[in-house]
């Protein structure tokens, strides 16, 4: 029996909290959300200055394996690569498994596309084995050719992920920028994958955007590899929808 949508999004959620006035015990809240029944989210998403907190949470939850993630270059996305490049060198120092960086798409729709380009590159030189998701603000392109444009950037510079949004400007992600992407990543020429940040809150919509990475990848590799779901509000719809399911049979 094929795993449900419920099940695929668990383990394919980033479990994010990145409010203005996280503390270490937000941290500890997140790990012990993360330790549920039914199996552990990917990735907790914080701060860099929680980075060490949630690792030590996670590990006093028993669930190590959970990937810890962070932000930089955000919410702004600034063209300053010297930044980017610190606040990324920073991050992996702290412990930070997967860096989600703040495309510069202000300077992109500007036209500078080479040096967007170019400071995607150097984070990912900085990143090492570190995974790294670029966030395209895909709400801030009005025209889908120059967010097509943007995703081929971010590939080109090495990005390991596209993401829809940082859900701190404009609107969350949307059908039609998951779509849009996709067809970046289907046209990469390299595995690439699909992050969806902003919005997702039900099952229903995670559902929606799961058939969207089925049609990239197809349904059997929609894993935490290729694609990733950024929420906070989802888990809670999550546990009561798997409450429901049959026991795995040995």
């Known amino acids: 029996m094929s795993l449900t949508d419920a099940r695929i999004a668990l383990a394919c959620l980033d479990l994010t909290s990145l409010g203005e006035d996280d503390t270490p015990a937000t941290a500890a809240a997140l790990a012990k959300r993360a330790h549920t029944p039914y199996g552990t989210p990917a990735a907790i998403c914080v701060y860099p ?25 955000f919410p702004d996305g600034s063209a300053d690569a010297d930044r980017a490049d610190n606040e990324t060198r920073r991050a992996l120092a702290a412990g930070a498994d997967e860096i989600d960086l703040v495309f510069p798409w202000r300077a992109f729709q500007a036209g500078e596309r080479a040096a967007a380009q170019a400071l995607v590159a150097r984070v990912k030189a900085r990143c090492s084995k570190a995974e790294l998701k670029v966030i395209l603000e895909s709400s801030a392109f009005e025209d889908p050719e120059q967010l097509r444009a943007a995703a081929d950037c971010a590939i080109a510079g090495g990005a390991d992920f596209l993401k829809t949004s940082t ?62 779901i950024g929420a906070s509000a989802l888990l809670d719809e999550l546990l009561p929808a798997l409450a429901l399911e049959p026991a795995d049979e040995g």
């Open 167 to 228: 859900g701190k400007a404009g609107a969350a992600a949307s059908l039609v920028a998951a779509r849009c992407l996709g067809e970046a990543i289907r046209a990469a020429p390299r595995s690439v994958g699909l992050k969806i940040s902003g919005g997702v809150r039900t099952l229903a919509d995670a559902s929606r955007y799961l058939a969207i990475a089925a049609e990239i990848y197809g349904r059997e590799r929609v894993v935490p590899a290729r694609f990733r």
């Open 49 to 73: 200055e929680l980075i060490l907190a949630t690792r030590m949470s996670l590990m006093r939850e028993g669930i190590p394996q959970v990937r810890v993630a962070t932000v930089v270059n």
